[in-house]
């Protein structure tokens, strides 16, 4: 009988280097199964550009790069899962031909946890647009777009993250301007391709540009203007209420109507 529960105990750590990418011999990068198994791959690692062997034959373990001659010490190399998907990620978006289609999710106001400051969308991405961050050796990195919308053109600042939790990531400051920031998870990016659900290559594409349910806004740029706007409406739903209830007596006690007059003293000083 097959166990699925034994799938689930597998823990993946960021410290176990299952390289997914590296480079072909004209220098573009390419996923473990889109190569001829082993050292025929003809495949050399994105960091430290020593030969590396396509581990590709069907074991238990993920498809994988693994450097040809492992363990020299003279051997500089920063590689890891994170970085070398990455690098995967800033091929696919240069290597588009069209503008990229992102979808976006909604974001409601904390001001009542109903209002919408963006809607969920599908954005169109000018690829040749894209300004690239340092990637640093993180588990994060980040990159500016231009969003093309109505022929206008806005900024966009998109983080792909491994980070389990949340991460500590909010608006991006890009050019004197705090940009929206879209925090894209791709932490279970290692399963999918461990369980060789898709190709590698094609299931990246839709973690970054089409999955649901990994992504969120960090920061938004209409944040503070929906917050301002849906405080004036309720300053002037208040300030309806209470000059109706100076004109007809009969709404509101002495007292309702001292502490009405207060609240409304006290949101104009907030202003
Ligand atoms: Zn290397």
Known sequence: MLDLSKQDVYVFSMTEILIPFALNKNGEQVSVDEVENGLGCECICISCKSRMVAKNNGSEKQSHFAHYRAGKADLKCDITFANSVFWMSESIITTSLTNIKLLTPNLLSEYDNKTEVTSAGIRELDVKTVDFFPKNNGSSWTFVVEVIANNLRRPLAITLSFDKGDGC?????????????????LSELHKIWRLKK???????????????????WAFHERTAKVLKQLDEQRLSGISAIRQNSHSQNTMFSAKEQASLDQLYRELERER
């Open 169 to 185: 990531h909010g608006a991006i400051s890009y050019k004197g301007k705090f940009l929206s920031n879209l925090v894209i998870n």
């Open 198 to 216: 898709a190709g590698f290559r094609e299931s990246l594409h839709y973690e970054l540009f089409e999955n649901p349910n990994n992504r969120r």
